[in-house]
């Protein structure tokens, strides 16, 4: 009996509650609609202005939950969620999550929670491996791409410059990213103290890949007016169009040019543990960083970002600083992740990715994650015979780019009326000046079904 | 029926023996040893070196679980972990984790999902007024107080610098802070690009509370020598001995120099919930920023930090960065929270805070907190009148610092003989030079039988 908490028969009364609930929303959730009739200020409205001062009974709470909450989502874990990128809360993956939230553990050094590292330490040598990288690859699971880009970022300023550590950051380093890049690129440079001014955006290519020779041309511009290239960040999988990245070019003007390389496969790392898409990260076994996210295409729930690095000595220089109530005993098998980065607490992340390896198995992810490709390069054989529509980027992976051959206006309505249907959730994007439609696939619980529904929305709304 | 993912009858069996697990873990807990005995490596080696080719079944996973990772908890929802600050996931909290995890929204935006978005401006609405601040605080949830405190200086820093966003970070902005501050202030200082160099660490008192005195002279000092005072951040609560720093004062010194004051009260804001306690933070109300982490010590699982900021303006200007495909109609009541901290990703942890500040009530969380700082001083009288001990700091809230009247070996091998013995889980700090013990209450099934057994134990290991 664990006293002030609540009491064993309620909690077994109302865990079952939920997981029943959790159960009946997974399983019927492709009948709801995906995103809600909701206003900007409905949820607030709907509820009190301040917390109670007693306590509430748990079923006013749960109900809430169900009236208030549940008809203002956006269901990402829904089959026909197509906007951003597709993620998935497998159940295995919700499994973990309870056991975690239970045990609540911080695996900030070995000795806070043994367990919690070392489980860390494996599941990220298993995923390793599922990429093709090297044993050199230290790996911690973070909770974001942004976060593991920014620490990337931070770790080839201080090889760059050891004296950022003392004397900040100069203003003399510049990284090198795509075009196409996302934001977090530019974000965790500013946020790092390096201004948007330090960071090139190198011109993409009609597939919107980044083009070497214009990286390359950039780096030797740059050093010619005395500044000091320092990172370049590749992507595979780019956020608008997942385009995919020369890497293994892109190495090689890193290693000409010594200059960190960390590529955000923070999307298409999932697809690199097919066979025949591991071309996508040849390369990046001698690349400096790479980040993958399990959160968005393995099936696993929000948030996990794996976050791989083959200089953790760097990341050591960039974020170490073991204060005294926080030294532990040395020993080569004990990883203190807060000296890798820049949150001291850790949520035991490990287990959910440990949980989804093990239960679909290697093979069991990739006959999904094939699936999703080939649906998607089916969907853009559909949308080539419509003349109506056309592709606005090759497919290169599970995301499909389109437009209606109309104004930008015509386009976002188009979105509008998608989303409004219910039917699914789409997003837009900008490419070329030109307001495009987005389909990701990449529901676990997506089905081929899903995706012609999809796009028989995308044509009903014309 | 869910395709590709598990069967329903099988969720559902795996779902009630993972929630029987969690109510015999929680009930039973207090039996168990607290820190386990492994060694580094005993994990590793305990598992394969490669993930599963094929999917295994559930029970496989689950019995190695109990088996193998179990044993090598440190176990963080304890009442005896009395190490760093003492956590809890209560029960309700672990409810709303089940279902955050189901849903699996991210609150990036209000359109990625409005029920999430407006749960945590409405969650962190109600905790703002429990610590007494004003409706001006913009509230957002975080993952740890390191990335909140990061993100107050980084708020701090374009304030004081706006050309730091194109340009970086100049070399000439200094922090300032207490020598007793936990090492996040550093760390996020030296992230964001600013040097150790650019962080001034003024002294404290003989209470550990930073000196307002010689903080304006730091302040003069560095005006003189032509550099930039940027920022202060002053704590209620600090990580070795819980000093309260005077929080008024710094606020007349921010104000007089215009300067950002930032308040670190990650682990003391829950007491500041405490009528009686609410002195701590005078002058907050009128600070620029704050931090508390309801997954200290308002019994929330991790990660929860809840991050305050008077000047939402700042944020944005720190870290907003809106590229097209993420750009969402305008509306004042849609907040878009990506544009105010680094990470796009965000988890609904707004869900478990609400589920714990309803289900307990401000009067039920305040009777826990409220025992805790009571048997806090109850064990500093037991301390005193032990001749052999001497208490290392005063009691402020509910961490008690003492060193047995011996070597700092002395008081090192308590500590493991503590931890060896299973009973309880202590830390160890250094405060004037000395190794000395800490014994954190802050557990929300801890029993005044619980703090009496850690200081039975303190006493045999003599």
Redesign the interface.
């Known amino acids: 009996?664990?006293?002030?908490?609540?009491p064993?028969e309620e909690?077994?009364r109302?865990?079952?509650q939920?997981?029943d609930?959790?159960?009946d929303?997974?399983?019927e959730?492709?009948d709801l609609p995906v995103f809600?009739q909701?206003k900007?200020?409905?949820?607030?409205d709907a509820?009190p202005?301040?917390?109670?001062?007693?306590?509430?009974p748990?079923e006013?709470?749960l109900d809430d939950?169900k009236e208030?909450?549940?008809?203002?989502?956006?269901?990402?874990?829904h089959?026909r969620f197509n906007?951003?990128f597709s993620?998935?809360?497998?159940?295995?993956?919700?499994?973990a999550?309870?056991?975690a939230?239970?045990?609540?553990?911080?695996g900030m050094l070995?000795?806070?929670?043994?367990?919690?590292v070392?489980?860390e330490?494996?599941?990220m040598?298993?995923?390793r491996?599922?990429l093709g990288l090297p044993e050199a690859f230290f790996g911690e699971i973070l909770?974001?791409?942004?976060?593991s880009t920014?620490q990337a970022i931070?770790a080839a300023?201080v090889s760059a410059a050891p004296?950022?550590?003392?004397?900040?950051?100069?203003?003399d380093l510049i990284v090198y990213t795509s075009e196409q890049a996302?934001?977090?690129v530019?974000?965790?440079a500013?946020?790092?103290?390096?201004?948007?001014?330090?960071v090139r955006k190198i011109a993409a290519d009609a597939a919107f890949r980044m083009i070497p020779a214009k990286l390359a041309k950039a780096i030797q511009h740059d050093r010619a007016a005395g500044l000091r290239p320092c990172c370049i960040v590749s992507t595979v999988g780019t956020?608008?169009v997942t385009a995919i990245d020369p890497v293994a070019e892109i190495q090689a003007i890193a290693e000409s040019e010594g200059l960190w390389h960390h590529v955000d496969a923070a999307y298409g790392g999932a697809a690199a543990i097919l066979p025949e898409m591991r071309w996508m990260l040849q390369g990046a076994e001698r690349a400096d960083s790479l980040v993958f996210n399990p959160?968005k295409w393995l099936?696993t729930?929000?948030?996990c970002?794996a976050f791989f690095c083959r200089r953790p000595g760097a990341l050591r220089e960039?974020?170490s600083?073991?204060?005294?109530?926080?030294r532990t005993e040395k020993?080569s098998?004990?990883v203190n992740y807060m000296d890798y980065g820049?949150?001291?607490?850790?949520?035991f992340r490990a287990?959910?990715l440990?949980?989804v390896?093990?239960?679909?198995?290697?093979?069991?992810v990739s006959t999904?994650i094939r699936r999703h490709n080939l649906w998607a390069r089916q969907l853009a054989g559909l949308i080539s015979e419509d003349s109506r529509f056309e592709l606005s980027a090759p497919v290169t992976l599970s995301l499909v780019c389109l437009r209606y051959k109309g104004t930008d206006e015509d386009n976002q309505r188009i979105v509008d009326r998608v989303n409004e249907s219910g039917t699914a959730f789409l997003?837009?994007?900008?490419i070329n000046g030109r307001y495009i439609l987005?389909i990701a696939i990449g529901n676990?619980?997506t089905?081929h079904d899903d995706v012609l529904r999809v796009w028989d929305a995308v044509r009903k709304a014309v």
Chains 1, 2 share one sequence.
Not at 342 to 347: E, F, K, M, P
């Open positions: 009996m664990r006293p002030n908490d609540m064993p909690f077994r109302f865990s079952t939920v997981i609930w959790v159960e929303y997974l399983d959730m492709s809600p909701v900007p200020g409905d949820v607030v509820l202005d301040a917390a109670p001062v007693h306590g509430e748990m006013d709470i939950f208030i909450i549940v008809p203002a989502l956006n269901h990402w874990n089959p906007a951003y993620v998935s809360a497998s159940k295995p993956g919700i499994l999550e309870i056991l939230s239970a045990i609540n553990t911080n070995w000795k806070s929670c043994p367990g919690h070392e489980l330490q494996v599941v040598s298993w995923l491996q599922w909770d974001t791409a942004s976060t920014l931070a300023r004296e950022t550590r003392l004397k900040g950051a100069p203003r996302h934001s977090s530019e974000k965790g500013m946020s790092l103290g390096m201004g948007l001014e330090q956020t608008a959160h099936f729930p929000i948030d970002s960039a974020f600083l073991v204060p005294p109530y926080l020993d098998r004990a820049i949150a001291l607490g850790r949520r287990l959910k440990w949980f390896m093990r239960y679909f198995g290697r093979e069991g999904i997003g837009g994007s900008v987005r676990i619980a089905t």
